[in-house]
């Protein structure tokens, strides 16, 4: 789940394998739906994945205003010496969500809305580059190491009965190359190079607290 409190386990963490042989697409269609559109599509196809862990709050009480950039500060241990490191920040609409008369009748679609996954921010860093693009650095396999980055500002506000939901991921194909998972060349090697297959894991722990810093705009 997501939480505003910090974690009191001694040791806690979420894994998946990142598979180069069958990476997250963008969107549920990658081969027929390339539009600018993917923004805002249904992230539960991401959702049902294995190699895609999800946390989400409980259903907001309250409007949660988002105005200005994200921190993201992972604590992360690879089974590799390289890996990338997919963020989504997603509003979830409530289950028995449905528009007004007045609205429907503007929809050219019909698409059910009801537990709906709205993307409203999310990108991809690449792990080698965490001390800065002017010095990549392996992983040490298994180490447990911070990655922190920024995703781009925001402007939203999630309305009561909604959920905050954070996704993490490790591939976003084809708009992001395949990792080799590997500290190489990414530029001149082969398939024969790949690290397929690598386990991943996302602390939640004392002293390894994975955590999103949210721009929250306060009322008055």
């Not at 974690?7 to 069958?22: C, F, G, N, V």
């Not at 650095?137 to 781009?152: A, G, M, S, W």
């Not at 590997?182 to 001149?188: E, G, L, M, P, V």
Request: proline content about 8%.
């Amino acid at each position: 789940s997501v939480s505003t409190q910090a974690p009191a386990e001694q040791e806690s963490y979420s894994e998946y394998i990142s598979d180069m042989s069958r990476p997250v697409p963008y969107t549920a269609n990658p081969t027929t739906y390339r539009t600018k559109e993917f923004m805002v599509d249904d992230q539960r196809f991401a959702t049902s994945r294995p190699d895609v862990i999800t946390f989400m709050t409980e259903p907001l009480c309250d409007t949660l205003t988002l105005a200005g950039p994200i921190e993201v500060e992972l604590m992360t241990a690879i089974s590799s010496t390289d890996a990338d490191f997919m963020v989504k920040v997603i509003d979830v609409y409530p289950e028995k969500f449905e528009y007004s008369k007045t609205a429907r009748s503007y929809l050219k679609s019909d698409y059910p809305m009801s537990g709906y996954q709205l993307m409203i921010r999310g990108e991809l860093f690449r792990g080698r580059f965490r001390k800065g693009f002017d010095n990549p650095l392996p992983f040490k396999p298994e180490e447990i190491t911070p990655v922190n980055y920024t995703l781009y500002d925001v402007a939203h506000s999630f309305l009561p009965g909604h959920r905050l939901m954070i996704q993490i991921q490790s591939s976003w194909f084809p708009i992001i190359d395949r990792n080799p998972q590997k500290f190489i060349d990414t530029y001149h090697c082969g398939v024969e190079d790949f690290v397929m297959k690598q386990d991943i894991k996302i602390f939640h722990q004392q002293n390894a607290a994975t955590r999103l810093l949210l721009p929250i705009v306060k009322k008055k």
